[in-house]
């Protein structure tokens, strides 16, 4: 048990180093060997868990759809833009998800594997139709084409925040894309009760720790 955490850990530390290479430099510019320093660890313990680049980038990308630090809550749709805040909120500090994102819009890196962004798409639809079932969409909401729209412009307003010279917060610019979607999507009751305020994520992941703590 013992040496499969440490393999877990090892396979951890290679995934972060290839992240934050990968997020500072593009797929093309990055090497084994500034992974490898990065990581601290040899070329032997690299290859036993990644046996090249491209494993690598694929390892980070497995990493990026992730719901960790969503909880149920009364509404589906809550859960939604909780998972779209957390996100932003996320992303400057953690290099594993800004490195899928780099990624992403490389071409070079997208036309050997592809993207994650189906796959955000996909766990965006299942929610909205377990909501547009409980009757918190309105009617004529498509669940898929609005998750697909989501993903869309969540990504667009990433990529202008990050390129300006003095960039805005990027949770309170997803904040505020909610405030423009979802009185278009959502019935004015279950509107009136979702929060989407930009500090939200933050409150969130605080009590995510406090509970881990105790």
Same mark, same amino acid.
């Given at each position: 048990m013992a040496r499969q955490q440490r393999a877990i850990r090892t396979r951890r530390i290679f995934l972060e180093a290839a992240a934050e290479v990968f997020d500072e430099h593009g797929y093309d510019a990055a090497t084994i060997a500034a992974i490898l320093e990065r990581a601290g660890l040899t070329r032997g313990a690299l290859y036993f868990h990644f046996t090249s680049k491209e494993e690598l980038a694929r390892g980070v990308l497995q990493e990026a759809v992730t719901s960790d630090g969503v909880s149920p809550q009364t509404f589906k749709?809550? $859960?939604?833009?909780? =998972? +779209?805040?957390?996100?932003?909120? !996320?992303?400057? !500090? $953690? #290099?594993?998800?800004?490195?899928s994102i780099r990624l992403s819009i490389d071409p070079r890196a997208r036309s050997l594997f592809g993207t994650r962004w189906p796959d955000w798409i996909s766990l965006g639809a299942g929610l909205l139709v377990e909501a547009k079932e409980r009757g918190e969409l309105l #009617?004529?909401?498509? #669940? $898929? +084409?609005?998750?697909?729209l989501l993903v869309g412009a969540w990504t667009g307003v990433q990529l202008v925040t990050e390129s300006m010279s003095e960039p805005p917060d990027l949770v309170s610019e997803i904040s505020a894309?909610? $405030?423009? =979607?979802?009185?278009? +999507?959502?019935? #004015?009751?279950?509107l009136a009760r979702l929060d989407t305020s930009p500090h939200r994520a933050e409150r969130i992941m605080e009590e995510n720790r406090v509970a881990a703590a105790s």
């Open positions: 749709l809550q $859960e939604w833009v909780d =998972i +779209a805040l957390l996100l932003a909120y !996320r992303l400057p !500090r $953690e #290099p594993m998800l800004s490195a #009617p004529h909401v498509d #669940p $898929e +084409a609005t998750s697909r894309l909610f $405030e423009l =979607i979802l009185p278009n +999507a959502v019935v #004015p009751g279950v």
